[in-house]
């Protein structure tokens, strides 16, 4: 299976920061490469697909970059509602999730 | 609206079954893929299973072949997961999700807690 690490675990930040956030998969998936939001006692919403694609009505300060192994999840301009652990997933094998990045807002 | 509502989860002894079932709604269901992800206490998500728009194909992660079985009635909208054998591994809250494209989940439901134990 496909193991995505996910780096920092924990990350604190001030509102209105710009921040990047890892995933790094052990092999190539190309850009089969999602990430997903959570927020506390939430269900997970789809944030970008295909690692650098838009979704339908989340904010425009989310973006996502990469293909292969190496992909990042920007936040240009954190607010407090961003609040939430936020996942990879990569679809090009048996699906398999992150373990997930913590952002903490200071 | 694109809805998602999961059901029949609770409290079941080990080794015992239990079935939990998802009403969707505000889409046209028998066009897309469906699949369950599941998320322990605390922890990460977890895909378990995806069908098929047409339910012809189906797929498993490997810790619950064997044990579960994802189906699905169209003329219901409604999705299924038939889990046998359950161990305490399986304790979690199943989300039921629309499945997209090569493998991304579009829409999720609520959730629903099953915990096994005796």
């Known amino acids: 299976d496909v193991v995505l690490t996910q780096s920092p675990a924990t990350l604190s930040v001030t509102p209105g920061e710009r921040i990047s956030l890892s995933c790094r998969a052990s092999?190539?998936?190309?850009?089969?490469l999602h990430w997903y939001q959570q927020k506390p006692n939430e269900s997970p919403r789809l944030l970008i697909k295909y690692a650098s694609q838009s979704i339908s009505g989340i904010p425009s300060r989310f973006s996502g970059s990469g293909s292969g192994t190496d992909f990042t999840l920007s936040i240009n301009g954190v607010e407090l509602e961003d609040l939430s652990i936020y996942y990879c997933q990569q679809g090009n094998s048996l699906l398999t999730f992150g373990s997930g990045t913590k952002l903490e807002i200071k | 609206e694109v809805q998602l509502v999961e059901s029949g989860g609770g409290l079941v002894q080990p080794g015992r079954s239990m079935k939990l079932s998802c009403a969707a709604s505000g889409f046209t269901f028998s066009n897309y893929g469906m699949a369950w992800v599941r998320q322990a206490p605390t922890k990460g998500l977890e895909w378990v299973a995806t069908i098929s728009y047409d339910g012809s194909s189906t797929y498993y992660r490997d810790s619950v072949k064997g044990r579960f079985t994802i189906s699905r009635d169209n003329a219901k909208s409604t999705l299924y997961l038939q889990m046998n054998s359950l161990r305490s591994e399986d304790t979690a809250t199943y989300y039921c999700?629309?499945?997209?494209?090569?493998?991304?989940?579009?829409?999720w439901g609520q959730g629903v807690m099953v915990t096994v134990s005796s």
């Open positions: 092999e190539s998936v190309d850009t089969y």
């Open positions: 999700t629309r499945a997209r494209g090569r493998g991304y989940f579009d829409y």
